[in-house]
Nanobody, 130 residues
Framework: QVQLVESGGGSVQAGGSLRLSCVVSQYIGSNNCMGWFRQAPGKEREGVAAISTVGGATDYSTNADSVKGRFTISQDTAKRTVYLQMISLKPEDTAMYYC????????????????????WGQGTQVTVSS
């Protein structure tokens, strides 16, 4: 059974940094899309960033609370691990962060659609205080 295990969450003050990690327990296919999503209390789950495992192309949320420029997604394919480096954290970044994967489908324009991901982790909580 495929497992995605996130780690690295925690509580930080505004302006602080965290690095999330997501390890995929086994090979799920080639040319995959790995995504980070987050869900704050009372809000819908939203895509934060994604990376294609072949080529390393990245996508980032362009929502009002944009993470681009503050968050960086990266990967170590040999370790089947995806990272989300977060800097200049804001209280509005507080949420449960989830790692997701879809196999044999590169990220592309619809990377933010959570229904297209077959595999999900349990989440890691990020809390940013002002």
């Amino acid at each position: 059974q495929v497992q995605l295990v996130e780690s690295g969450g925690g509580s930080v003050q505004a302006g602080g940094s965290l690095r999330l990690s997501c390890v995929v327990s086994q090979y799920i296919g080639s040319n995959n899309c790995m995504g980070w999503f987050r869900q704050a209390p009372g809000k819908e789950r939203e895509g934060v960033a994604a990376i294609s495992t072949v080529g390393g192309a990245t996508d980032y949320s362009t929502n009002a609370d944009s993470v681009k420029g503050r968050f960086t997604i990266s990967q170590d394919t040999a370790k089947r691990t995806v990272y989300l480096q977060m800097i200049s954290l804001k209280p509005e970044d507080t949420a449960m962060y989830y790692c997701a994967a879809r196999a044999y489908v590169r990220c592309g324009g619809a990377w933010y659609k959570d229904t297209s991901y077959a595999y999900w982790g349990q989440g890691t909580q990020v809390t940013v205080s002002s």
